[in-house]
């Protein structure tokens, strides 16, 4: 069974500055999506970034970017120039391609912003 | 504008009763999926549905139910409330295949007492 390990319980990041919450996975499979998700207060579940296995490029989304190292099975998320609005809980999540669109969740990483 | 909704958003209930959380949504999507959170643990899946009639366990099945008679609604029973059940229960959808997100429910805390 695939498993989601986030190793990092609580990050604190200064405003403006970047941050890297890290991810590793475990999976025999070569086919399968990863995600980063964002969990605010409102306990909103708000999809911030995905990437394909098969894509050798780091996928970004404005200040967010993934640094995706599939021989070592990690994938961690950098946020650049951080703003009050990103302190929230972060999951990374797992997907296998074919195996319908069941997603494995880490156990997540607080992320608080000091101004 | 299409959305996924659950209801309700908060349940306090007994040891032992019978609990049923609703989730419904516009998405006209296929898959649903139910989730429940608790710290240190992230999100785990509960169970899921790929179409109507079609319902499958997850990881933590134990305990809960579901069943699937149209595509907008996948309700989650638990049939004999335990204070284990304690937890943010998330209800999520997507549509098949491909590189396709979940969009997530607001959630429902459920205390069992």
């Known amino acids: 069974a695939q498993t989601v390990t986030q190793s990092q319980p609580e990050m604190s990041v200064q405003e403006a500055e970047t941050v890297t919450l890290s991810c590793t996975y475990d999976?025999?499979?070569?086919?399968?999506?990863l995600f980063w998700y964002k969990q605010p207060p409102s306990r909103q579940m708000i999809l911030v970034i995905r990437?394909?296995?098969?894509?050798?490029q780091n996928a970004t989304e404005n200040r967010f970017s993934v640094n995706f190292q599939k021989a070592a099975k990690s994938f961690s998320l950098k946020i650049s120039d951080s703003q009050l609005g990103d302190a929230a809980m972060y999951f990374c999540?797992?997907?296998?391609?074919?195996?319908?669109?069941?997603?494995?969740f880490g156990a997540g990483t607080i992320l608080r912003v000091k101004s | 504008d299409a959305e996924i909704t659950q209801s309700p958003r908060h349940k306090i209930t007994e040891t032992g009763r019978q609990v049923t959380l609703a989730c419904h949504q516009t998405?006209?999507?296929?898959?649903m999926f139910w989730y429940r959170q608790d710290l240190g643990h992230g999100l785990r899946l509960i169970h899921y549905?790929?179409?109507?009639?079609?319902?499958n366990k997850g990881e933590v099945s134990d305990g809960y139910s579901v069943s699937r008679s149209n595509t907008e609604d996948l309700p989650l029973t638990l049939e004999s409330a335990a204070s284990s059940q304690t937890s943010v229960y998330f209800c999520?959808?997507?549509?098949?295949?491909?590189?396709?997100?979940?969009?997530f429910g607001p959630g429902t805390r459920l205390t069992v007492l």
């Open positions: 999520a959808s997507s549509v098949s295949g491909g590189f396709n997100e979940q969009f």
């Open positions: 999976t025999s499979e070569s086919d399968y999506y």
């Open positions: 990437q394909e296995a098969y894509k050798q």
């Open positions: 999540a797992y997907r296998h391609m074919e195996y319908g669109n069941k997603l494995v």
């Open positions: 998405w006209n999507h296929n898959n």
């Open positions: 549905s790929y179409g109507v009639h079609d319902t």
